[in-house]
């Protein structure tokens, strides 16, 4: 089924983790982690132009962009730069750049489907007999409610209105028109678990919104689907890989 559609795989990296996702087989290691032989991997620099490269790939077809301009590209896809939700504590979240990433991977891509991943998410537990990627293209094709296809994380396979955008599968062309400009928001800013005004802003709070308007919902993937997301760091610096210590 997956061999009739052209498949994309795109990560990100600013200037402060450029350094992780240019680490000695790095790349590697998170594309192969798909089991999947994506049409062209697409690797998004958020203004930050590292001086590396990937020797170790050499054997995919790569292209690598770099954002110059953030608000340049939100505009392209209609979004308000005016009146969003800006924390005053949390630093991490900063609206624009949760969102734009996505969006300047989109903007390159001519597949038909396309993998996002943070540059610290990859997968950790695969089928033996079939690509999550694959299972994932099967869902989108019998359900056109499901938006997005994720990898497990750790919990129930599910149908769920709750997005995350660490790592999913969608289709390309519904992604690229999606509105994505908080549509219907009322500004309620509570999530089950407290208040998390920063979701809101975030691409996957936006997901959501979008999602609650056309009736859609993400999938996640049972266990034998089970991606890592490794935020922790060694004492190099690069992501830590021993899930023993988390």
């Keep these: 089924m997956s061999q009739q559609y052209s498949v994309d795989f795109a990560t990100f990296c600013h200037a402060g983790d450029a350094h992780r996702l240019h680490a000695p087989g790095q790349l590697k290691k998170q594309v192969e982690s798909n089991g999947f032989d994506f049409d062209e991997v697409i690797v998004i620099h958020q203004n930050c132009n590292p001086q590396f490269n990937f020797p170790d790939c050499n054997h995919l077809l790569l292209t690598s962009y770099q954002i110059n301009s953030i608000d340049e590209i939100l505009r392209l896809f209609n979004i308000n730069l005016d009146g969003q939700y800006?924390?005053?504590?949390?630093?991490?979240?900063?609206?624009?750049?949760?969102?734009?990433?996505?969006?300047?991977?989109?903007?390159?891509?001519?597949?038909?489907?396309?993998?996002?991943?943070?540059?610290?998410?990859?997968?950790?537990?695969?089928?033996?007999?079939?690509?999550?990627?694959?299972?994932?293209i099967q869902i989108l094709d019998a359900y056109p409610e499901i938006f997005i296809v994720s990898p497990n994380d750790g919990e129930p396979e599910r149908y769920t209105s709750r997005f995350s955008q660490q790592m999913f599968l969608a289709r390309v062309e519904e992604f690229r028109f999606a509105d994505f400009n908080q549509p219907e928001w009322d500004g309620n800013v509570n999530i089950p678990g407290g208040p998390m005004p920063e979701y809101w802003g975030m691409l996957e709070g936006r997901m959501e919104l979008f999602c609650r308007m056309t009736g859609q919902y993400r999938y996640v993937l049972g266990p034998e689907y089970r991606y890592w997301h490794h935020n922790r760091l060694n004492e190099q610096g690069l992501f830590e890989e021993d899930r023993s210590k988390y």
Aim: charged share 25%; aromatic share 8%; proline share 0%.
């Design 86 to 136: 800006t924390s005053t504590t949390d630093k991490a979240h900063r609206w624009k750049v949760h969102v734009v990433n996505h969006l300047a991977a989109i903007q390159r891509s001519s597949a038909d489907c396309i993998v996002f991943a943070d540059n610290d998410c990859w997968m950790v537990e695969q089928s033996e007999n079939k690509s999550w990627v694959e299972r994932g």
